[in-house]
């Protein structure tokens, strides 16, 4: 419709009533008390104060200044009228049959008409409003409403519309946008804050050859009955930005349409709709997000954190990323696999791009890149990981480039599949493309049987450095020559356990045990009964830790013959194990999983004490300790099975520990000592099962044991200690260990 020529006509019906004309150099000012009229300003300035009118046409020169009241449009035509004018309306309601409010252009000029409206009711029976090339209108907060089923939220013939906080309907489209007239000026829509809706259609309809520039910022909404947010036909060109706002519904390009996407912390879940012979792009920005289908779109953009989440199998032309993430499909949807193909791909050189695929070796099923032509730059893969086990596993191609010098490493470079990780692969297709493909080859244990295996395997070093403090007691005993008593120590102690064992890991142990004896009438025999706790920590590689608690108690019987020297230990102990892992995968995420178990133990040591000239003395002993952890069957929270055998040890050792007493005045005694000791284990299977894979758990061999403390009455009744260790071996050594203790004879 030829705009200059439809406004003149438009504006007959008025004209043709009676009116209050306000001229050039003219002000009128009316309010509540004056009665309702038509106005037609005409060069000069009308200020309304709460007044009840019918419509008012402001031309051009003029100004309409509006507060509160009513503005009713009647016969078709507009409750306010601005044709190359200016108005400023708040707080107003204004209604009409066609559009409620008009801003537009008439005639042979080169201005529009400026309208800046807050806080107001627009309700129009076609459209809210109506606007023309080179106007513009500002709407703060308040309404515009098209009630008719057929009808528009606004109007574009053209024009600049910037909606603030503003909620825009309309029975049909919430904006349509047309061409103007004479073809001046840009069209552009802004909403910030904004809602923005088509109640039956599309929320924004672009049609009739127009360029039009959209922004939806700052938490706005599109809404559309027919699911369209935006809807280009008729060889139209659409720019929308999304900023900081979140859409929910699909893009149609049609008719030779071209639309270009750009989100800047926006987030859209829906689809791009391209039809043959129409184009688009969308560039993803600032950690913005899109899920959905952009089959078709001629260049995808993904930057700065940003996402694209397929949700099907798609097509696009190129593929530029830079510092983003394309995902394959939902996370929650481990057995949907979709295959991309890009014309070309391009990566940054710094590898900060990344591709999210998942694979599964048991069936062969994948996600799948295709590059039809050059590929560059570098990428990480994150293979989505499981806790299932690959049966009967085959190569898994996950990418093809038909020719560049394109790079592909895994994130965390491997793939966790159950009991095992499997290494990225490549190798010319012949063609001279290149194939990427899991190589199941290549498999290690993967980090999650790892932390199974240590948890199984730490209740006996647990054990071990429970019962190293166990041992120093005998030297608060050589004091008092048997005397019953309580004591308490607190203790602490590394392992490096070596991967030649099963797995490689390292523990550090805490904790303390207490206990009291009574001796056995007049003998040398004493009895007692011990308690204590201990929390050891595990870390593994790739970031995989574990936590056991072991709770203990049990009896024990000490025997020591002062005249002769010698001297036997027993102890009969029962623990409880909270073993818990936490494991990190090759794709960031993380599993879990924990279990209670219980322990046995008894151990003997025999020796004597053997005095020397000048306080020094000398006491060789033997030692055996046998243990039983009880096995347990259990899953991490990804799936993944365990299932342990009950573990043995059998640890024998030999040694002797030398030292002197010295005097240090008012009773009491000072006894440092060195310790050294040959120990071996003789168990050397516990075994493991992972997903029915059978490990085996191996501390046997022999390591030589050193050690130095001291001992210290400070009276008849109160001794304390300290003593460190040092042990090293075959699959296990033990950097440091320490312990003090405190005993009180009755």
Same mark, same amino acid.
């Given at each position: ?71 009713a449009g009647r016969n078709g035509n507009s409750g306010i009228n601005a044709i190359n004018g200016d108005i400023t309306v708040d707080g107003a309601t204004v209604t009409g049959s066609g559009a409620a409010l008009s801003v537009v252009r008439q005639g042979p000029t080169t201005t529009g008409s400026t309208a800046v409206v807050g806080n107001s009711t627009i309700t129009g029976g076609t459209s809210g409003a109506l ?155 600032? !950690?913005?997000?899109? =899920? @959905?289908?952009? /089959?078709?779109? &001629?260049?995808?953009? %993904?930057? +700065? *954190?940003?996402?694209?989440? $397929? ?47 998942? !694979?599964?070796?048991? =069936? @062969?099923?994948? /996600?799948?890149? &295709?590059?039809?032509? %050059?590929? +560059? *730059?570098?990428?990480?893969? $994150? ?55 899991? /190589? ?307």
């Open positions: 419709m030829n705009l200059v020529l439809f406004f003149p006509i438009f504006l007959l019906s008025p004209l043709a009533q009676a009116l209050t004309t306000v001229n050039p150099g003219q002000t009128l000012n009316i309010d509540a008390s004056t009665s309702p009229d038509n106005y037609l300003v005409n060069g000069g300035v009308l200020n309304t104060n709460a007044a009840q009118t019918f419509e008012v046409f402001v031309q051009s020169g003029a100004t309409l200044n509006a507060v509160g009241g009513t503005f606007i023309t090339g080179l106007s513009s209108l500002v709407l703060n907060r308040g309404t515009v409403t098209g009630t008719q089923a057929s009808s528009t939220g606004i109007q574009f013939f053209g024009g600049d519309v910037r909606a603030n906080g503003t909620t825009i309907s309309g029975g049909e489209n919430g904006a349509r946008i047309a061409a103007d007239g004479a073809g001046l000026g840009d069209t552009r829509l802004s909403l910030n804050g904004a809602t923005l809706q088509g109640r039956a259609g599309s929320a924004i309809l672009i049609e009739d050859a127009v360029e039009a520039s959209i922004e939806v910022l700052n938490n706005s909404t599109l809404l559309a009955g027919n699911n369209l947010l935006l809807d280009v036909q008729g060889a139209s060109t659409a720019a929308m930005t999304v900023n900081n706002s979140t859409l929910q519904g699909n893009i149609n390009l049609a008719g030779n349409s071209t639309g270009n996407l750009t989100f800047d912390q926006g987030r859209m879940t829906g689809d791009v709709l391209v039809e043959d012979g129409s184009t688009a792009n969308v560039t993803l920005n600032n !950690g913005s997000q899109f =899920t @959905g289908r952009l /089959d078709k779109v &001629n260049g995808v953009t %993904v930057n +700065s *954190g940003s996402l694209w989440t $397929l949700t099907a199998n798609d097509t696009v032309g190129t593929l530029a990323m830079n510092g983003g993430t394309v995902r394959f499909g939902a996370q929650n949807a481990p057995d949907t696999f979709y295959q991309l193909n890009v014309g070309t791909l391009a990566g940054s050189p710094d590898g900060s791009s990344t591709l999210e695929m998942k !694979g599964n070796f048991a =069936t @062969g099923q994948h /996600d799948f890149l &295709n590059v039809t032509g %050059v590929a +560059s *730059g570098q990428f990480g893969l $994150l293979v989505a990981a499981s806790g299932l086990d690959a049966v009967n596993p085959q190569e898994l191609t996950l990418i093809h480039t038909a020719a560049g010098d394109a790079q592909f490493a895994l994130r965390g470079g491997r793939v966790d599949l159950g009991a095992w990780s499997y290494d990225l692969a490549q190798r010319a297709d012949g063609t001279g493309g290149t194939d990427w493909y899991l /190589d199941p080859t290549t498999q290690t244990i993967s980090p999650g049987a790892s932390a199974v295996m240590a948890l199984f395997n730490t209740p006996i070093t647990v054990l071990m450095g429970e019962d190293a403090s166990w041992r120093s007691r005998m030297g608060e005993l050589r004091f008092n020559g048997g005397l019953a008593g309580a004591w308490i120590r607190t203790f602490g102690n590394q392992y490096n356990v070596a991967a030649g064992s099963g797995t490689a890991y390292q523990q550090n142990q805490r904790g303390f045990s207490l206990g009291a004896d009574a001796r056995v009438g007049e003998s040398n025999v004493l009895v007692g009964l011990m308690g204590g706790f201990s929390e050891s920590d595990l870390n593994l590689e790739h970031g995989t830790s574990g936590t056991v608690k072991s709770y203990s108690f049990g009896p024990y019987v000490t025997w020591v013959e002062p005249d002769s020297g010698y001297y036997a230990d027993g102890v009969l102990k029962f623990n409880r194990f909270r073993n818990e892992a936490k494991v990190s995968l090759s794709d960031g995420t993380r599993t879990k999983g924990d279990y209670d178990n219980w322990g046995i133990s008894a151990s003997a040591e025999f020796g004597r004490h053997i005095k020397l000239d000048n306080d020094y003395y000398v006491e060789p002993f033997a030692k055996v300790l046998l243990a039983q952890i009880q096995g347990k069957r259990f899953s991490l929270d990804n799936d993944m099975q365990a299932d342990g055998d009950r573990a043995r040890s059998l640890l024998g050792k030999v040694g002797a520990t030398v030292g002197r007493n010295f005097e240090l005045g008012d009773g009491a005694i000072a006894q440092p000592y060195l310790r050294a000791a040959l120990a071996h284990e003789f168990a050397n299977n516990n075994e493991v099962k992972v997903n029915n894979n059978t490990f085996n758990n191996d501390l046997s061999g022999s390591r030589m044991e050193l050690g130095a403390g001291v001992a210290v009455a400070m009276s008849e009744k109160w001794q304390v200690h300290v003593d460190l260790d040092y042990s090293n071996g075959e699959h296990i050594e033990q950097p440091w260990g320490g312990n003090v203790g405190l005993r009180y004879a009755f």
